[in-house]
């Protein structure tokens, strides 16, 4: 078998196949092989992950600024809640709904403030069950707020 160049200047090696006598010729790439890693350049690998680190933040940004304003467009807001530690956390929009300044500490206790009276209960019932681990939620239900005045809520856990 030979080896040759094609166009590119990349090499190959001419190999025959044949079936029945016929003769074909086909292309095998030889693809250069990864240095030994000794040889890599701990500086140009530092540099990489750093790079890589860098896009995959920038990606991050760009995905949360297309969500923020996705929200405001909608006017739907999201939120996150640890039972165990009793965590929340609030999107800007969510912050808007509620009609609270962002440095306002969100917690359950406040979003039930908001909710409207009548659906309190409801509301209080499942967010109980969930912290005992009883079951996930998904109810629908009423906000109080001072210039919206009613709204409503869509609350999947």
């Keep these: 078998m ?3 160049k094609d ?4 090499k190959y090696k ?11 010729e086909s292309l095998n790439r030889i ?3 990864a240095p030994p890693p000794a040889a890599t350049n701990s500086k140009h690998a530092v540099q990489t992950a750093l790079d890589e680190k860098q896009a995959v933040e920038t990606s991050r940004r760009r995905s949360e600024n297309y969500l923020a304003q996705a929200q405001q467009l909608s006017r739907t807001g999201s ?9 929340v956390h609030w ?6 709904i509620y009609e609270l300044d962002r440095t306002i500490k969100p917690t359950v206790e406040l979003a039930l403030q908001r909710t ?12 109980d069950k969930t912290s005992r681990g009883e079951k996930e939620f998904d109810l629908t239900h009423r906000l109080q707020c001072d210039t919206l005045g009613r709204g409503a809520a869509q609350i999947q856990n």
């Design 31 to 33: 693809t250069p092989e």
């Design 116 to 127: 409207h009276p009548d659906d309190r209960a409801l509301v209080r019932q499942a967010i």
């Design 2 to 4: 030979g080896k040759d």
């Design 14 to 24: 001419k190999r025959k196949k044949g079936k029945k006598g016929r003769k074909d």
């Design 91 to 96: 999107s800007d929009e969510t912050f808007r």
């Design 7 to 10: 166009k590119k200047g990349k």
């Design 79 to 87: 939120f996150g809640w640890t039972p165990a530690t009793g965590e």
